[in-house]
C-alpha cells in the first residue's frame, strides 16, 4: 500500500461520526490548488478521515459542522481500488474556517449531561453516544432516550 504523510485543507463535508474504540470518521472535501485549470463540471475530490486521539475526537465531534474548512494533518493512503476514496488517519486537525451558519436541517444533535443524541427527522429511533463518542445505543424513540442512558450508567458505573 502506498503511504504519504501530509497535510490537507478542505471542507467538511457531514457530521462526523463516532467510530468503534473511541474513533472518529468524516468525509473531507479537497480541491487542488491549481483549480483554475480544471473543468467547472470536475469533480471534487473526497477523502475519507479517521482519527483516535482524544483531542481530535472530541473537537470533531463536538466543534464541527459541516462546511467548516480544515487543515488534517496525517498519513494519506492511496485506495485500494479506482473510484474508492483515500484514507487519512489524521494526527493533527486546524479549523481553518467555519461555516456561516449551522447546515444542520433535518438531523439535529443534542446533549443530555454526558450523551450526546442524533434525532432525525425521517424516523423515531435516536442514536445515543457519549461525549466522547462511545456507542451506548439505539433508543426507540424520543421518550426511551432516558431509559437507554440509566440502563447504560448502571451498567458502566455511572461515568459516561
Known amino acids: 500500500m502506498d ?11 457531514a457530521i462526523p461520526v463516532p467510530g468503534p474504540r473511541d474513533t472518529v470518521t468524516f468525509d473531507l472535501v479537497v480541491r487542488p490548488a491549481d483549480i483554475d485549470t480544471l473543468d467547472d463540471d470536475a469533480p471534487d ?19 464541527i459542522q459541516p462546511g467548516d474548512l480544515l ?3 496525517g498519513t494519506l493512503v492511496q485506495p485500494p481500488a479506482p473510484g474508492e476514496p483515500a484514507r487519512l ?3 493533527a486537525l486546524e479549523v ?4 456561516l451558519v449551522p447546515v444542520l436541517r433535518e438531523m439535529v444533535l ?3 449531561g454526558d450523551y450526546v443524541v ?16 462511545t456507542w451506548v445505543g439505539l433508543a426507540d424513540n424520543p421518550d426511551a432516550i432516558a431509559t437507554l442512558i440509566d440502563i447504560h450508567e448502571r451498567v ?5
Not at 120 to 128: E, F, G, I, L, N
Open 3 to 13: 503511504t504519504k504523510h501530509c497535510a490537507l485543507d478542505g471542507w467538511v463535508d
Open 89 to 91: 488517519t489524521v494526527d
Open 110 to 112: 443534542d446533549r443530555y
Open 45 to 63: 475530490t473526497v477523502v475519507t478521515c479517521t482519527s483516535g486521539d482524544p483531542r481530535i475526537t472530541h473537537e470533531l465531534l463536538n466543534g
Open 156 to 160: 458502566n458505573g455511572g461515568d459516561a
Open 118 to 133: 442524533i434525532f432525525d427527522a425521517d424516523t423515531d429511533a435516536v442514536p445515543v453516544f457519549t461525549a466522547h463518542g
Open 96 to 99: 481553518l474556517d467555519t461555516a
Open 71 to 73: 487543515r488534517a494533518t
